[in-house]
């Protein structure tokens, strides 16, 4: 199955000093659910971009008694898990400036509590070694309850699943006002070469996340607003990401959409928010203003699609 998470993204930030090879940044990312139920399993992504670097490099993240690792998705590295640390280790390092790797975690019945995962990533450049802070990530485990269900809870449930249901066919023209709804909203100028503006609403995202737009053939972007973001442009994907999130939840980013020649006419664009929620990769199309006013965003627009 395709993997679409090219940053990723629960509860993820980068410690304040960033290591720097020829002025560009190496930045390791973690991602996971907040929240886990004792008995249960979850993923954590891992994403490395690193230019320039082509030889030794070693993720390491150190996970707590009770927790059990296992190996998923490793891109050619050697990967263990001894005394509770977790590691990938590559003598020579993938050849794409940005990859990742995921692991499964296993968390024991008897694990109940608030827990903080550390990790960093060690390279070697110009034989010299350098190493990327993760700061730790939150995760909350708690206890599964089981719940007795008798003929009048039954009716009772049945009765407030429909209630629900009418109320959630009654409300779904209005979600884009939801503040707990994820959403990018595209404004397109009237102007050449085109302002693209992003209005983005967080919502219910709690870590890192990532927005990304396909260009045409044919045409270029400049950066104008990034609110915190790192902007990268490459193979026509121009993308935003944040390891951390920004303080506010309601912003608004923006480029320049530059044609290579010529005046242009305006361009087809498409685009989604990322973000990691419960292990799974949450793919939220980017709405342009004109749809969002006819009513064009409904629930079928958010796509869950289950990593391997």
Same mark, same amino acid.
């Given at each position: 199955?395709?993997?679409?998470?090219?940053?990723?993204?629960?509860?993820?930030?980068?410690?304040?000093?960033?290591?720097?090879?020829?002025?560009?940044?190496?930045?390791?990312?973690?991602?996971?659910?907040?929240?886990?139920?004792?008995?249960?399993?979850?993923?954590?992504?891992?994403?490395?971009?690193?230019?320039?670097?082509?030889?030794?490099?070693?993720?390491?993240?150190?996970?707590?008694?009770?927790?059990?690792?296992?190996?998923?998705?490793?891109?050619?590295?050697?990967?263990?898990?001894?005394?509770?640390?977790?590691?990938?280790?590559?003598?020579?390092?993938?050849?794409?400036?940005?990859?990742?790797?995921?692991?499964?975690?296993?968390?024991?019945?008897?694990?109940?509590? =608030?827990?903080?995962?550390?990790?960093?990533?060690?390279?070697?450049?110009?034989?010299?070694?350098?190493?990327?802070?993760?700061?730790?990530?939150?995760?909350?485990?708690?206890?599964?309850?089981?719940? =007795?269900?008798?003929?009048?809870?039954?009716?009772?449930?049945?009765?407030?699943?429909?209630?629900?249901?009418?109320?959630?066919?009654?409300?779904?023209?209005?979600?884009?006002?939801?503040?707990?709804?994820?959403?990018?909203?595209?404004?397109?100028?009237?102007?050449?070469?085109?302002?693209?503006?992003?209005?983005?609403?967080?919502?219910?995202?709690?870590?890192?996340?990532?927005?990304?737009?396909?260009?045409?053939?044919?045409?270029?972007?400049?950066?104008?607003?990034? =609110?915190?973001?790192?902007?990268?442009?490459?193979?026509?994907?121009?993308?935003?990401?944040?390891?951390?999130?920004?303080?506010?939840?309601?912003?608004?980013?923006?480029?320049?959409? /530059?044609?290579?020649?010529?005046?242009?006419?305006?361009?087809?664009?498409?685009?989604? /928010?990322?973000? /990691?929620?419960?292990?799974?990769?949450?793919?939220?199309?980017?709405?342009?203003?004109?749809?969002?006013?006819?009513?064009?965003?409904?629930?079928?627009?958010?796509?869950?699609?289950?990593? =391997?």
């Amino acid at each position: 199955m395709k993997y679409y998470l090219s940053l990723f993204i629960s509860l993820l930030m980068l410690n304040s000093s960033i290591a720097q090879v020829k002025n560009n940044r190496v930045v390791a990312i973690t991602s996971m659910p907040p929240t886990i139920l004792a008995g249960d399993s979850f993923d954590i992504n891992i994403t490395i971009v690193k230019p320039n670097l082509r030889h030794y490099g070693e993720f390491q993240q150190k996970l707590p008694k009770g927790f059990t690792a296992y190996e998923k998705r490793s891109d050619r590295a050697d990967f263990k898990f001894t005394k509770q640390t977790v590691s990938f280790t590559w003598l020579r390092l993938p050849t794409e400036e940005r990859f990742s790797v995921t692991y499964s975690v296993k968390v024991d019945t008897g694990i109940i509590g =608030n827990f903080r995962l550390q990790g960093q990533f060690l390279y070697v450049y110009n034989n010299q070694r350098g190493a990327v802070v993760v700061d730790p990530l939150p995760i909350v485990v708690t206890k599964k309850i089981k719940f =007795n269900f008798n003929h009048q809870n039954a009716t009772q449930t049945s009765t407030n699943t429909n209630t629900q249901n009418t109320t959630q066919a009654n409300t779904q023209n209005t979600a884009v006002n939801d503040p707990n709804k994820v959403q990018v909203i595209r404004k397109r100028s009237s102007t050449q070469p085109e302002i693209i503006k992003l209005k983005v609403n967080l919502g219910e995202i709690q870590g890192g996340t990532s927005i990304k737009e396909i260009i045409p053939v044919g045409y270029r972007v400049e950066k104008l607003q990034t =609110n915190g973001a790192i902007f990268t442009f490459n193979r026509q994907n121009a993308e935003f990401l944040w390891s951390s999130l920004p303080a506010s939840r309601n912003f608004e980013i923006s480029y320049k959409l /530059i044609p290579l020649s010529g005046t242009g006419n305006k361009p087809p664009l498409k685009g989604e /928010i990322l973000y /990691i929620k419960s292990g799974k990769v949450i793919h939220v199309p980017i709405v342009d203003e004109t749809a969002k006013s006819n009513g064009a965003i409904n629930s079928n627009d958010v796509i869950n699609f289950i990593t =391997n």
